[in-house]
């Protein structure tokens, strides 16, 4: 097996292969561009732009994790060499529907905020979930949502992709590719739960053996990312190995057998002097009439 995680030479990318990859990404209006996200701190300044954190991106090719388009071209490059690819709104994030733009009124807006603790001003531009509809089951479909309209009384939310009906222009570079089996494992627990620094990952004869800390077995999250995590291991890393999952639970050490005799001692002895206490002790006699 390959213990290597491989980030230097002219690697070509295949489908399933897990990569890291740095991009810019702007919004092309009239021949001008706006660059709207990127992973590289240094491009963002004097931008709109402003991210709480940095970091190239994680991607399965041919997985789903991003758009088709983008997916397509990953598979045409090699291990760090730039790539620009400009995206019309069919091949992106869609033309824009008008029937995913609805009207709320104020007071159910403000209720979902108040439920999920949105802390912010109701303004043009937050971003929410809503009710959209039903499912098959009658059960609500809930979506993410801008506000584009705040009049008194209504809400205008919309549900489009915020860049639908734009074109799109990328700048890409894959700058690592995973190659060992564990550090494929460390990626889909970053994915779909958190990170993985805490997991202790291991492979004997073949077979992949995890150890999970006490943070997630006590995690209500960690029981739905389980079963993503082991099913996107079987998909794109292997599809017949076993793969133990172990939970360690510890109980209060059992004390020293001098110490828990000395204690015991202790004990009796004080219940011993508590006794010869209470038979000490003259009850009160009631007074005698004369």
């Known amino acids: 097996m390959n ?3 491989v980030d230097t030479g002219n690697i070509r990318i295949s489908k399933n292969d897990f990569i890291y990859l740095d991009y810019d990404q702007w919004v ?39 758009i088709k388009s983008l997916e ?6 090699t291990l760090n060499k ?23 009124s104020s007071a159910e807006v403000l209720r979902v905020m108040k439920k999920y603790k949105i802390d912010k001003p109701l303004t043009v531009g ?5 009710v959209t509809g039903k499912n098959d089951d009658g059960e609500p479909v809930i979506e993410i949502g801008r506000v584009m309209t705040v009049t008194p009384g209504r809400v205008r939310i919309d549900f ?14 894959i700058i690592k590719r ?15 739960y958190s990170n993985p620094d805490d997991f202790v990952i291991d492979f004997k004869d073949d077979n992949l053996i995890m150890k999970i800390p006490e943070r997630a077995w006590q995690d209500h999250d960690w029981f739905d990312a389980k079963v993503k995590i082991i099913s996107s291991y079987r998909e794109f890393v ?53």
């Open 72 to 77: 397509e071209q990953l598979e045409k490059m």
């Open 178 to 192: 995973i190659d060992n089996n564990i550090d494929k494992m460390r990626f889909i627990i970053e994915h779909y």
């Open 82 to 104: 730039e790539e620009v690819i400009i995206i019309p709104p069919e091949k992106g994030y869609g033309e824009r529907d008008l029937k995913k733009v609805r009207l709320y």
């Open 126 to 130: 937050l971003e929410m979930p809503m």
């Open 28 to 66: 092309v209006t009239d021949g001008k561009e706006e660059l709207v996200d990127t992973t590289i701190k240094e491009n963002a300044k004097n931008t709109e732009v402003n991210k709480e954190q940095y970091a190239p991106i994680g991607v399965i090719v041919g997985s789903g994790f991003i």
């Open 238 to 290: 292997d599809k017949e190995g076993r793969i133990t999952i172990i939970e360690e639970h510890y109980g209060i050490a059992p004390l020293p057998e001098k110490v828990a005799e000395s204690l015991k001692n202790n004990d009796a002895g004080s219940k011993a002097e508590a006794g010869k206490e209470n038979e000490s002790v003259t009850e009160p006699q009631p007074p005698t009439g004369t």
């Open 160 to 173: 489009n992709n915020k860049y639908s009906g734009k074109t799109m222009k990328f700048k890409m570079k």
């Open 3 to 5: 213990n290597d995680t």
